[in-house]
């Protein structure tokens, strides 16, 4: 299981480890540099020592005479050590000091450069050369100098101790600053947390201060804002939809007790009692198709009913409601009319029940005298069913919440003959979605439209696929 840490945590150990990783870096590069400066000096001084040293042997006369003016120069330059080879016979010698075989065996075979090694805890650096004397016969000569560099060691160990010690506080140092500059970078961010946590279904009004939070935070509560504003029309919308059902419900609840507690009261004779229990049996209905209603509903928003791909003729099943509504609206006097023709790819039960329930409102909400149109156009890219009638104008601003469950228009278009629950127009909403489609609503100059728009066959497998 992999450990959780806060966010200062994380910034602190990562801003640490940066600081530690880039200070280490630094002290190395400097304590190499250093150490370089030295091995540039020493080959200097080397140089200049030979040079001394070839000097001193080009005055000489003879070995005895070489080593009495090798001793006199080198007595003055303290950590200097000189030998002088004529082959492997050695001439002259530093007093107590002896350069390593294996070195001396390298400078007969190729030019040695700056060469370092540590005897008995001490630490030397030294270079050899080869010298023919002019006008001698004899094999060159091999000068071998050496420095003592334990002064160079001792202030590179005192300096590397320094540099371990000033990286291991400055690591520290900026940690510390790390984790200072990590915690209150983050406030903003605890800020929005503690708001968030203060928020709760009585107080979705409430919003985050956007200009209170850094750039790259005000996008983020931004978001958080327009999530809160969807919450609260999709919570309100739920409330209300609670209430509104518990009112539907308990009407014809009440109905049934109220008739029944009557009915219990006194003795009745048979017919009264079929009587009874037909009106009784009408409530059942009406509360059997309020549950349907709403199951449908319910799979709609989770996308559990399917459409067939059948191929339909808008215009034929709208004759076949035209015949079924055909006495209500000679009861009432309104002309039923069909303009256009074209198909719709679906299911031939759910377009049924659409445009039965857009079509038995629009004869509901129409003046006597007028009719009631049914516009079918088709195209290549789908279809659309205009159903038209006049009537009491649509106030515009309840036009949004139509197709809300359970929603009623105002009063003026209310009629008391009506027996709907407020859940045709959702329904019928859910079937043209189902469908791919869309649903509008116009009430204009008089006359209200009801537009349902199906995609073509070919449309609908694009969207089906978009939506997987």
């Given at each position: 299981?992999?450990?959780?840490?806060?966010?200062?945590?994380?910034?602190?150990?990562?801003?640490?480890?940066?600081?530690?990783?880039?200070?280490?870096?630094?002290?190395?590069?400097?304590?190499?540099?250093?150490?370089?400066?030295?091995?540039?000096?020493?080959?200097?001084?080397?140089?200049?020592?030979?040079?001394?040293?070839?000097?001193?042997?080009?005055?000489?006369?003879?070995?005895?005479?070489?080593?009495?003016r090798l001793d006199d120069v080198l007595h003055s330059h303290e950590g200097l050590f000189v030998s002088v080879f004529r082959d492997k016979d050695p001439l002259y010698a530093t007093t107590g000091f002896q350069f390593p075989q294996d070195l001396i065996a390298q400078t007969q075979k190729a030019r040695l450069g700056v060469a370092s090694w540590q005897t008995?805890?001490?630490?030397?650096?030294?270079?050899?050369?080869?010298?023919?004397?002019?006008?001698?016969?004899?094999?060159?000569?091999?000068?071998?100098?050496?420095?003592?560099?334990?002064?160079?060691?001792?202030?590179?160990?005192?300096?590397?101790?320094?540099?371990?010690?000033?990286?291991?506080?400055?690591?520290?140092?900026?940690?510390?600053?790390?984790?200072?500059?990590?915690?209150?970078?983050?406030?903003?961010?605890?800020?929005?947390?503690?708001?968030?946590?203060?928020?709760?279904?009585?107080?979705?009004?409430?919003?985050?201060?956007?200009?209170?939070?850094?750039?790259?935070?005000?996008?983020?509560?931004?978001?958080?804002?327009?999530?809160?504003?969807?919450?609260?029309?999709?919570?309100?919308?739920?409330?209300?939809?609670?209430?509104?059902?518990?009112?539907?419900?308990?009407?014809?609840?009440?109905?049934?007790?109220?008739?029944?507690?009557?009915?219990?009261?006194?003795?009745?004779?048979?017919?009264?009692?079929?009587?009874?229990?037909?009106?009784?049996?009408?409530?059942?209905?009406?509360?059997?198709?309020?549950?349907?209603?709403?199951?449908?509903?319910?799979?709609?928003?989770?996308?559990?009913?399917?459409?067939?791909?059948?191929?339909?003729?808008?215009?034929?099943?709208?004759?076949?409601?035209?015949?079924?509504?055909?006495?209500?609206?000679?009861?009432?006097?309104?002309?039923?009319?069909?303009?256009?023709?074209?198909?719709?790819?679906?299911?031939?039960?759910?377009?049924?029940?659409?445009?039965?329930?857009?079509?038995?409102?629009?004869?509901?909400?129409?003046?006597?005298?007028?009719?009631?149109?049914?516009?079918?156009?088709?195209?290549?890219?789908?279809?659309?069913?205009?159903?038209?009638?006049?009537?009491?104008?649509?106030?515009?601003?309840?036009?949004?919440?139509?197709?809300?469950?359970?929603?009623?228009?105002?009063?003026?278009?209310?009629?008391?003959?009506?027996?709907?629950?407020?859940?045709?127009?959702?329904?019928?909403?859910?079937?043209?979605?189902?469908?791919?489609?869309?649903?509008?609503?116009?009430?204009?100059?008089?006359?209200?439209c009801f537009s349902m728009y199906f995609p073509s066959a070919q449309n609908i497998g694009k969207r089906l696929t978009t939506d997987a």
């Amino acid at each position: 299981m992999i450990a959780r840490y806060s966010l200062t945590t994380r910034l602190t150990v990562f801003f640490t480890l940066a600081s530690g990783l880039v200070l280490v870096g630094l002290g190395t590069l400097v304590a190499i540099s250093i150490d370089r400066h030295f091995v540039e000096l020493d080959r200097d001084a080397l140089r200049d020592k030979i040079h001394l040293t070839r000097e001193v042997i080009g005055k000489s006369t003879s070995p005895q005479d070489l080593k009495i003016r090798l001793d006199d120069v080198l007595h003055s330059h303290e950590g200097l050590f000189v030998s002088v080879f004529r082959d492997k016979d050695p001439l002259y010698a530093t007093t107590g000091f002896q350069f390593p075989q294996d070195l001396i065996a390298q400078t007969q075979k190729a030019r040695l450069g700056v060469a370092s090694w540590q005897t008995n805890d001490r630490e030397y650096r030294g270079m050899s050369e080869s010298v023919s004397m002019p006008g001698a016969s004899q094999a060159p000569l091999q000068i071998w100098v050496a420095l003592d560099i334990a002064h160079h060691k001792h202030f590179m160990q005192g300096l590397i101790r320094v540099l371990v010690g000033y990286v291991a506080l400055a690591t520290l140092v900026a940690g510390i600053l790390g984790w200072w500059a990590a915690k209150n970078g983050l406030a903003p961010l605890r800020t929005m947390r503690s708001r968030a946590m203060a928020i709760t279904a009585q107080r979705l009004d409430d919003r985050m201060p956007t200009q209170e939070f850094p750039v790259e935070m005000a996008d983020l509560a931004t978001t958080l804002n327009e999530m809160l504003r969807r919450l609260k029309e999709e919570f309100d919308r739920l409330s209300e939809f609670s209430s509104d059902l518990a009112h539907e419900l308990r009407t014809p609840i009440n109905n049934l007790m109220t008739q029944t507690q009557v009915t219990l009261s006194q003795a009745r004779s048979p017919h009264e009692y079929r009587n009874i229990l037909a009106s009784n049996a009408e409530e059942y209905q009406r509360l059997a198709r309020m549950v349907a209603d709403m199951l449908f509903l319910a799979k709609a928003d989770h996308g559990l009913i399917l459409p067939s791909t059948e191929k339909i003729a808008v215009h034929d099943e709208t004759r076949a409601l035209y015949d079924f509504y055909e006495a209500l609206a000679e009861e009432k006097q309104v002309r039923l009319e069909l303009v256009g023709q074209a198909e719709v790819w679906g299911d031939r039960l759910m377009l049924r029940r659409a445009l039965s329930n857009l079509l038995s409102n629009a004869i509901r909400y129409t003046p006597a005298g007028e009719r009631v149109v049914i516009d079918v156009m088709g195209n290549a890219h789908g279809t659309t069913v205009n159903v038209l009638n006049a009537g009491p104008p649509i106030d515009e601003q309840m036009i949004p919440r139509l197709f809300d469950r359970f929603f009623r228009a105002d009063k003026s278009r209310k009629q008391l003959d009506s027996d709907g629950a407020g859940l045709g127009l959702s329904i019928t909403q859910a079937i043209v979605h189902a469908h791919g489609g869309s649903m509008s609503v116009s009430s204009v100059d008089g006359m209200t439209c009801f537009s349902m728009y199906f995609p073509s066959a070919q449309n609908i497998g694009k969207r089906l696929t978009t939506d997987a």
